[in-house]
Every structure is written in C-alpha cells, then in structure tokens.
C-alpha cells in the first residue's frame, strides 16, 4: 500500500479544513489519516483503489458493516417520500418502539443526533428529577466533548477533582463533576453515601471503559452503584454509546444484567447513519412536558429514524450476536496467539466484539496508544489492515474468518519488523 494519495490528500485538506481532519481524535492515525473512496463490508478503498481490512468502522456505528443493504434500502425508500419535516412522522414512533423493544427496562425514549448531545440532555433529566447538581464520572472514561463532561479524560487525571480535557473550557462547565475511580466498590460506597450531602444527582458512567482499556466491570460494581443510586435517589445513567447494540442486542444492561434508570445510545443505533436517544424511565423522561427543554432541528429526523428501525432489526435477527462473538473470539485467538508469540509487547483485552490492545507497561489514552502501538498500526496501514491509534479493534458481521486469519498473519509480520520487539 502506498498511501500516497492519502499523504497528498491530508496536505492539500489542511488548507481548507482546519486540522485536516473533521473529528480531532483523527489526526493521531499513523503514518497518515487514510483517505477512503469507496467503503463496503469489512473493507474499504483508499484514493490509489488499494484495498484494506477495516478495524475502525467508523470508530463504533458500524456493528453490521459498511453500506449494509437493508439498512441503505430503508434509507433510500424514505428519502423518496420526504428528508426532514419537522413534524410528526410514523417512523418517529416505529423506530422508538423497536428500540425499547431491544433495551432492558426501557420505558420511554427522546432522540437526539449525536451522543455528546444526548449525554448533555440526559444529565438535564436527571438534574431535574433529583434536584440535585453534582455528578459522578470516572477517571479516563469519554462521555463527548462537551465542556460539561470532557474532563478528567487522561491517563494521570485520577483525582477526585476534575482537570478539564481541552484548551477553552471554562472550569465552571465542569465544577459540577465528581471524578470516581472504576472498578473501586469501596469508594463509590463512601462517595454514593453521602449523596444527599454532596447533591448528587447521577453517576454516569461507560459500564466497560470502552475508550480506556475495554474492562469488563468488577463482580459487583455495577449491582453496588445500582443498590447506592436507589437508596440515596441518585440517577445511573449507562453510556452505552459504545456498547449498544454491540456487546449484546440490549447492550451492557443485558449483557451485565444491571439496569439503570437513563441510557444513552448513539453510534451504533442508526447503523452508520446520525441518531442517539436517551432510553430510560418513563417518569424521568416524562419531565419532558414538565419544564425539562429538549430540542434539535434534525432530531428524529425521517433518514435516520429509517436507519435506526432496519438497524434494530438487523439486531433482532437471533444470530447477529453469536456471529460478532464468534468473530471476535477468532480475533482474540488468532491475533492473541501472534502477539504473545511475539514476547512482551501488550495484551489483547476484550469485551464481545470490542477489543483493545493494551501496551505493557503503558495506559491506553483516548487520541492514541502511542508508542508500539503506533508503530504496529503504521506497519498494518502499510500492509492493508487500518487499526484506531488508540488500540481500539471494532469487529462486524461483515468481517470473515478469511479477513481474520489475513490480519494475523500481516500482524506477525509487523511485529517481526519491530525493533522494540526483538
Ligand atoms: C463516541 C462517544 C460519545 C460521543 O458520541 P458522539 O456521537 O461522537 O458525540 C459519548 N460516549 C461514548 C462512550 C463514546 O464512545
């Protein structure tokens, strides 16, 4: 692979595009961000027609692949009939009812475009049905990059202040956060306790740290800080952003069998197009008439909503989840058998098609791994596999054994070229 199209592309983008790139946790992809031309399955085509297997999937929406026909034949149906209105329309209440239909508990839904927005209006619910202000997140985990939550999202932000993550935030937007430590059961005890005192109103929370080390909860956690939210009236709110819809049908609620009263869902939800929700309590998303604001020009808007109903019912098919597992439990194998092969490089950590490696004796970080890792992901770029800087792997239904065994032989390779590995 050359990339040289991609090199000459990133050049002549930053000189329009601010950046070169329109999301800034993309400009950390090595040697260069890539330049797709054409994207189908598990695959996509760079601007020289090379070929490559695809890992990012669009850093999460794409559980089912790229372009996948049901969901771009519900797409372009609608888009025959109407693209945003602004009023009521049946798919407004289609795809919210098959989304409840997949999530534990759900009772309620409102939908919002992106899942920084969504998170926003879910601690506006919470806020208000508590009236409380504070809230808890933990350390090193993402929420959006809004200056509410885009805080203490570093590997040494571990202090029960928050740090704020960007230059420009005002550190009022973010007074309000507590900053709890993942996994720790004693300290969310003594933190939840005093909840009344402290005026929390919610623990947010991403229930595997999906962009920090993919980690599956402590036995325990998540049924503590559900026991703790109901005894001292504090709303849990899932981020499920990352894991809906991929590391179960009803994402880490099922999965771990925890329910919360809010969930956030987002990326995988419309199937690679732009729609989140808030799915939850009915009494708390209720507020809605009762003086909570909510709003969005595209929200629920007709292409999306169509997105999201053929993408729930993708989900629905009883064996979409055995196949990401399958998959995915492949790609532990075989890519895990190369890399320990390969001595003391990292490990591969996994929680259903979502996997992560983790280089020894270093943290993963939100903008990239660094280090071997980017090295590794610069040699794969090289020989046709695209990696996330940050170590991140999304599987899809569309990625075969075929393209699996592929990418465990191009990773020994890799390794076999890396000097910090021999
Ligand atoms: C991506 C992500 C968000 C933000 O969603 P956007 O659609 O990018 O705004 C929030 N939480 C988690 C866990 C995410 O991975």
Known sequence: MAIESSRAAFERTRNSLAGGVSSGLRASMRPTPLFVDRAHGAHVWDLDG??????????????????????????????????????????????????????????????????????????????AATGRNRVVKFAKAYHGWHDSVYASVGDDDTAETPVGGSRGQSPNAYADLIVGRFNDIDAATALLERAEERDIAAVLIDPIMSNAGVTDPAPGFLETLRTLCDEHGVVLIFDEVITGFRIARGGAAERFGVTPDLSVFGKAIAGGFTQSAVVGRADILDLVTDGVMHAGTFNGNPVALAAVTASMELCAAPEVYSILEDR???????????????????DLRRVGSLLQFVPHGRGTSLHGTGGTWSEIAGAMLESGVVFMPSGKIFLSTAHTAEDIRLTAERFGEALRRLPAAT
């Open 50 to 127: 090379d070929r490559y297997v695809d890992y990012v999937m669009a850093w999460g929406p794409l559980v089912h692949g790229h372009s996948h026909p049901h969901v771009l034949e519900s797409v372009q149906r609608v888009m025959a009939d109407m693209q945003v209105v602004g009023m009521g329309h049946p798919l407004e209440y289609r795809a919210a009812e098959a989304v409840l239909e997949s999530v534990p508990g759900a009772q309620r839904l409102v939908w919002a475009n992106t899942g920084t927005e969504a998170v926003q209006v879910a601690l506006r619910f919470a806020r």
């Open 328 to 346: 995915s439990a492949l790609f532990e194998a075989e890519v895990g058998a190369v890399l320990s092969d390969a001595g003391s490089v990292g």
